[in-house]
T-cell receptor, first 114, second 111 residues
């Protein structure tokens, strides 16, 4: 299995630009998670999907952030407009449903907003 | 509510043992442990479930005290490869996979 795939691996953009991060979960997994990691705030859950449906988006920082999962093999996290404080590593993870299953993390996207 | 990990950092010599603790103020269904090396993604180590079931790494052991809402990860005879940051993630429900991660414990193993 190829594991969770994320693209791009690195993104440098200017403040005010739109940023789209992409994720392909492991085939057969029906839960998908988006996390943000910074030194100050640690590893934060932004949103998660179960069977392509957003279940909990309470971690999404503000309306500038949006996430979609149009099918079982693809998800996007969009930031519009981006701000310097959005600079972080964004991880996508997938798992089988439920709290008794391990999550498999993608390699992450390092976002820098100047 | 974010679980609290202790210690924040620990330095060991090869062969020494370490214990990392994770404590939550909420009732827990499961505790998950991950290790992250610098510049890499977190990697799954172990899950401890309410009721005593465990899944994970053969060479790493852990405990889960459901009544105290605490878990401990035991690293014995540490190797250089054990270096990294260890995170516990807690789930309050078995119906969802939502995890709340602690702030992490940095472990450095020296030769």
């Amino acid at each position: 299995d190829a594991g969770v795939i994320q693209s791009p691996r690195h993104e440098v953009t200017e403040m005010g630009q739109e940023v789209t991060l992409r994720c392909k979960p492991i085939s057969g997994h029906n839960s998908l998670f988006w996390y943000r990691q910074t030194m100050m705030r640690g590893l934060e859950l932004l949103i998660y999907f179960n069977n392509n449906v957003p279940i909990d988006d309470s971690g999404m920082p503000e309306d500038r952030f949006s996430a979609k999962m149009p099918n079982a093999s693809f998800s996007t996290l969009k930031i519009q407009p981006s701000e310097p404080r959005d600079s972080a590593v964004y991880f996508c993870a997938s798992s089988s449903s439920g709290g008794s299953y391990e999550q498999y993390f993608g390699p992450g996207t390092r976002l820098t907003v100047t | 509510q974010q679980p609290v990990q202790s210690p924040q950092a620990v330095i060991l010599r090869e062969g020494e043992d370490a214990v990392i603790n994770c404590s939550s103020s909420k009732a827990l269904y499961s505790v998950h442990w991950y290790r992250q090396k610098h510049g890499e993604a977190p990697v799954f180590l172990m899950i401890l479930l309410k009721g005593g079931e465990q899944k994970g790494h053969e060479k790493i052991s852990a405990s889960f005290n459901e009544k105290k809402q605490q878990s401990s990860l035991y690293l014995t005879a540490s190797q250089l490869s054990y270096s990294g940051t260890y995170f516990c993630g807690t789930a309050s429900s078995g119906n969802t996979g939502k995890l709340i991660f602690g702030q992490g414990t940095t472990l450095q193993v020296k030769p």
